[in-house]
């Protein structure tokens, strides 16, 4: 790493238009759990004006009868209008003048049942073609996870501030402290590196819908004083800071009335904010049989245990699979040059693979994912958070003792 660098991250909030299509996703999908834990889900969901649409392939197993077919449509069975509007009201698009509004949306549904080429491959059974009976990745892919010891989370500093300007404007907003918040939001925030260490936040960009009857001056004083210095660390914060509230000057036409929205389309602003690697699949709306979410919450798990083990102060891991097959065709640690003297990358590796297991079924069984808990990685990262399974740090012990042994 360079010795001497500014980095950036942003953050999106939960009104912006691929964000509203996330969570309408993940409620499809812990609607799904809800009702058989074993429902495999790939819901995609896209957002413009006043219309939803959203598609993709789910199959729910207690749905089914093998007489007489589907015995109720999904549809009905976990009442996707409802489902659809609840996530929407959540987010605060409720108000007498949004063309996007809880209770006006069209939506338009074409969610199908899950190709039955696909279920063969991910389900725990023989099937012609099929090397083994174990349950098999849902597809084939690369997937990372991350940690460094930058901040409590064991996440990258300018992400996690990021994200917390992003909690508290929706904390501010939903609470009524002021009338003029709206839910589009996006924050970023620039961080100066010297020795690999933060120092200074260079920059702070907010950019927040708001109401037409508001001045710019009002806005950039409450968010400087109220936001920005409450939750960023004021030593990080010097005289030369800049702080670029609103810079088009005007924010009021957002959400889905400003832009179209898609599931899967902040997956930088879902992980590491640009820091750590990413592997290219998205998270919201797919049930855990897919790699692309139950495996990067994996890596996500075994490089946190890393730092925490005090092995190395930054862990990266990437592993890959191929569709149908039970086990990772690759695993590999890298630590930066930060591990810890005497403790090569290798012998990383070596420990993390006795320690965990690596078969899908295995993850979703040591990270109990069989839940409906999806709707809340939706916002402000899926990583970081207090409460969710891979955050544990329970294996650091173990992980220490991989290396002596």
């Keep these: 790493m360079a010795n001497h660098f500014v980095f950036s991250s942003e953050s999106v909030g939960e009104g912006h238009p691929d964000k509203v299509a996330d969570l309408i996703s993940d409620s499809v999908l812990d609607a799904c759990l809800k009702i058989d834990h074993t429902s495999r889900v790939a819901c995609e969901t896209f957002v413009k004006s006043n219309v939803v649409v959203v598609g993709g392939e789910i199959t729910i197993p207690k749905l089914q009868d093998p007489k007489k077919g589907t015995t109720k449509p999904l549809e009905e069975a976990i009442n996707l209008g409802k489902v659809i509007r609840d996530a929407i009201r959540e987010i605060g698009y409720v108000n007498d003048d949004d063309v996007f509004h809880a209770d006006k949306v069209f939506i338009n549904n074409y969610l199908t049942a899950q190709s039955p080429d696909i279920a063969q491959g991910v389900d725990a059974k023989k099937a012609e073609g099929k090397k083994t009976a174990e349950q098999g990745a849902g597809d084939q892919g690369i997937m990372f996870g991350y940690a460094c010891n930058e901040t409590p989370e064991l996440m990258p500093t300018p992400i996690m501030f990021a994200h917390r300007l992003g909690r508290e404007l929706t904390k501010v907003r939903k609470s009524g402290a002021v009338s003029w918040l709206r839910p589009d939001a996006k924050t970023q925030v620039s961080v100066r590196y010297q020795n690999d260490k933060p120092v200074e936040v260079v920059n702070v960009v907010i950019s927040t819908q708001h109401t037409a009857d508001v001045k710019h001056a009002t806005i950039e004083k409450y968010l400087i004083e109220n936001v920005i210095k409450k939750v960023i660390d004021p030593k990080l914060l010097t005289k030369n800071t800049e702080y670029l509230i609103n810079p088009t000057g005007r924010f009021v036409v957002g959400g889905p009335q400003g832009d179209s929205g898609l599931t899967g389309r902040k997956i930088i602003v879902d992980t590491y904010g640009g820091w750590g690697r990413h592997g290219g699949g998205a998270f919201s709306g797919k049930d855990p049989s897919k790699v692309d979410r139950s495996a990067a919450y994996m890596g996500r798990w075994v490089a946190k245990n890393?730092?925490?083990?005090?092995?190395?102060?930054?862990?990266?891991?990437?592993?890959?699979?191929?569709?149908?097959?039970?086990?990772?065709?690759?695993?590999?640690?890298?630590?930066?040059?930060?591990?810890?003297?005497?403790?090569?990358?290798?012998?990383?590796?070596?420990?993390?693979?006795?320690?965990?297991?690596?078969?899908?079924?295995?993850?979703?069984?040591?990270?109990?994912?069989?839940?409906?808990?999806?709707?809340?990685?939706?916002?402000?990262?899926?990583?970081?958070?207090?409460?969710?399974?891979?955050?544990?740090?329970?294996?650091?012990?173990?992980?220490?003792?991989?290396?002596?042994a």
């Design 306 to 404: 890393i730092v925490a083990a005090g092995l190395a102060t930054h862990a990266e891991i990437q592993f890959a699979y191929a569709i149908g097959h039970p086990k990772p065709v690759s695993v590999r640690v890298e630590t930066f040059g930060t591990a810890k003297l005497g403790i090569s990358d290798e012998q990383i590796t070596e420990a993390v693979q006795k320690v965990f297991s690596f078969k899908p079924a295995d993850i979703v069984a040591q990270l109990d994912l069989l839940r409906p808990i999806y709707r809340q990685t939706t916002n402000y990262g899926h990583f970081g958070k207090k409460g969710l399974p891979w955050e544990s740090t329970a294996k650091a012990a173990e992980l220490r003792a991989a290396i002596k």
